[in-house]
């Protein structure tokens, strides 16, 4: 028998659960999907939020012809070959539709994210000339993973951990839809620890109802799920968990000041198997987010931790790899650049575009000299310690404050 997870795989956008600012009424992807018109995007997100199903459903309601890789079992030779289908499959369609009928096959790639350089060259092509629209899965940021020109042929979707309600409904429909399940007469009395143990992944709340319910339970309270999962801790995905809760307690005990932990830390993710770049990444981000200003040359080393990483691999890039979180976790923190961009940026959106003063705007032509650009504007080299009193923030904001020294 299938496992719960697919037996309960939605095959149409109203059966999807979830996402609703992607798929719900009049959002962007169902509205791209209605048209028959979309074209190759990425999506990002956590496990088990629908990356894969949402591709699924995407290619059933287009009726496109449907190809899968794996980017951890998949080279350049397997995205050529599916490359070379999609173009056997669009010659053959060329005589049965129109030219602008959308029809190109759908490549979908699950973990894009592991793709090598080479490997994302290899589909450059092939998505430039429409031969396949991509479609990408991945839990991490692309930005920092897929090819600039890759990236830049695709846009980006963001997809979010599932809601209460959304786990809910979920739980309602294991109940009563799929038949093995609804046959035991399961009575589901408490769900905390459902809901807890999930944290927002579908697929894991799903492995939960099935190992409860294979354990001969009729009444699912928190006490049952609890003692269960703790005698089968890898039947809800529990590296999926680790990987997410790991990391945020590395990065707090960073933030906090606490080597001991962040060391503890760091060894219980090199010992899980996580990707040393991703942990070598966080080091980069702590060190601008969290330390800052008090200390620059934590940027240069969070950085060039990352560099050596990436040249020398696994076992010796956790040498470096703890020296950084050392010395992250024992310099002074200071926030306030991480504070005063994202204020910066909420005034902006407050504020929309604030017209440049005129006297810091350049004037290269007549016409704009005339206009007063540029005009009062002082060079502050021209004054004593190389400052002079002057407004650079538009009118609308003079006296704002974004960073405050600490």
Same mark, same amino acid.
């Given at each position: 028998m299938l496992p719960l997870a697919e037996r309960l795989r939605p095959k149409t956008l109203d059966e999807y659960i979830g996402q609703k600012h992607l798929v719900g009424q009049g959002a962007i992807l169902r509205q791209m999907i209605e048209s028959g018109n979309i074209a190759s995007f990425i999506l990002w997100g956590p496990p088990g939020v629908g990356k894969t199903t949402l591709a699924r459903i995407i290619a059933h309601q287009l009726q496109r012809p449907f190809y899968?890789?794996?980017?951890?079992?998949?080279?350049?030779?397997?995205?050529?070959?599916v490359i070379d289908k999609a173009k056997r499959t669009a010659s053959i369609n060329s005589g049965l539709f129109a030219p602008t009928d959308s029809r190109s096959p759908i490549l979908f790639i699950d973990e894009i994210?592991?793709?090598?350089? &080479? #490997? #994302?060259?290899?589909?450059?092509?092939? =998505?430039? @000339?429409?031969? !396949?629209?991509?479609?990408?899965?991945?839990? @991490?940021?692309?930005?920092?993973? =897929?090819?600039?020109?890759?990236? &830049?042929?695709? #846009?980006?979707?963001?997809?979010? &951990?599932? @809601?209460?309600?959304? /786990?809910?409904?979920?739980?309602?429909?294991a109940l009563t #839809?799929?038949?093995?399940?609804?046959?035991?007469?399961?009575?589901v009395k408490e769900t905390e620890a459902i809901l807890r143990y999930s944290g927002g992944d579908a697929r894991k709340l799903l492995n939960? *109802? @099935? $190992?409860?319910?294979?354990?001969? =339970? +009729? %009444?699912?309270?928190?006490e049952t799920v609890t003692k269960q999962l703790q005698q089968n801790?890898?039947?809800?995905?529990?590296?999926?968990?680790?990987?997410?809760?790991? *990391?945020?307690?590395?990065?707090?005990?960073?933030?906090?000041?606490?080597?001991q932990a962040a060391i503890y830390w760091l060894a219980r993710m090199i010992e899980g198997g996580e990707d040393p770049k991703f942990i070598a990444r966080r080091l980069v981000i702590s060190a601008s987010e969290d330390i800052g200003l008090a200390n620059p040359n934590a940027m240069l080393l969070a950085n060039t931790c990352f560099e050596v990483v990436n040249k020398i691999g696994w076992p010796e890039g956790r040498i470096p790899l703890?020296?950084?979180? !050392?010395? /992250?976790?024992?310099? +002074?923190?200071?926030?306030?650049?991480?504070?005063? %961009?994202?204020?910066? /940026?909420?005034?902006?959106?407050?504020?929309?575009? $604030?017209? =440049?003063?005129?006297? $810091?705007?350049?004037?290269?032509?007549?016409?704009?000299?005339d206009l007063g650009y540029a005009d009062g504007y002082k060079?502050?080299?021209d004054f004593p310690g190389h400052w002079v009193a002057q407004q650079y923030l538009p009118d609308e904001l003079v006296g704002t404050e974004f960073w405050k020294k600490d």
């Open positions: 899968t890789l794996s980017a951890v079992t998949s080279g350049v030779k397997e995205v050529r070959d994210h592991r793709f090598s350089k &080479s #490997q #994302q060259d290899s589909l450059l092509g092939a =998505v430039e @000339e429409g031969t !396949i629209t991509l479609v990408g899965a991945t839990t @991490e940021n692309p930005s920092f993973e =897929v090819i600039t020109p890759l990236l &830049s042929r695709c #846009q980006v979707y963001v997809l979010k &951990s599932l @809601e209460k309600d959304d /786990l809910m409904e979920l739980l309602n429909r #839809q799929d038949t093995y399940i609804k046959g035991l007469g399961l009575q939960i *109802i @099935e $190992l409860v319910s294979n354990s001969g =339970v +009729k %009444i699912i309270d928190n801790p890898v039947a809800y995905d529990k590296d999926g968990e680790m990987h997410y809760d790991i *990391i945020s307690a590395f990065i707090k005990s960073i933030r906090g000041s606490d080597p703890a020296e950084t979180t !050392i010395y /992250l976790a024992t310099c +002074k923190k200071d926030n306030s650049a991480y504070l005063a %961009i994202d204020a910066a /940026l909420a005034k902006v959106r407050e504020t929309g575009n $604030l017209p =440049v003063p005129l006297h $810091l705007r350049n004037a290269p032509t007549s016409l704009m000299k060079y502050p080299h």
